[in-house]
């Protein structure tokens, strides 16, 4: 059974920081690209961050400089530590992994979302 479990949503002020965790089990963590979606309220899901299997990142331009997106193969973890917070971060954060593996290549799973709230 595949599970993406996302923690470290909360409240936090302008200009602060949070880190997101997000655990899988189920899949060969390191034969999965790994993302960060967020979706707020009346809007689509977007992918904020991304990192492939080689570790290559790339970012939204609305977060770029601001966050970085991380993953430690040895513990099926991939973080999102984002300073700087802006009100229009405000969302629920999603998890994604999607697998490399020729015979399922693009196959993806989602976690289960943890709500980001910026606000004074």
């Known amino acids: 059974q595949v599970q993406l479990v996302e923690s470290g949503g909360g409240l936090v002020q302008p200009g602060g920081s949070l880190r997101l965790s997000c655990v899988a089990s189920?899949?060969?963590?390191?034969?999965?690209?790994m993302g960060w979606y967020r979706q707020a309220p009346g809007k689509q899901r977007v992918l904020v961050a991304r990192?492939?299997?080689?570790?290559?990142?790339n970012y939204a331009d609305s977060v770029e400089g601001r966050f970085t997106i991380s993953r430690d193969n040895a513990k099926n973890t991939v973080y999102l530590q984002m300073n700087s917070l802006k009100p229009e971060d405000t969302a629920v954060y999603y998890c994604?992994?999607?697998?490399?593996?020729?015979?399922?290549?693009?196959?993806?799973?989602w976690g289960q979302g943890t709500q980001v709230t910026v606000a004074s």
């Open positions: 994604n992994s999607q697998s490399t593996l020729y015979w399922e290549y693009g196959k993806e799973y």
């Open positions: 189920g899949i060969p963590f390191n034969r999965n690209a």
């Open positions: 990192i492939t299997t080689d570790g290559s990142t």
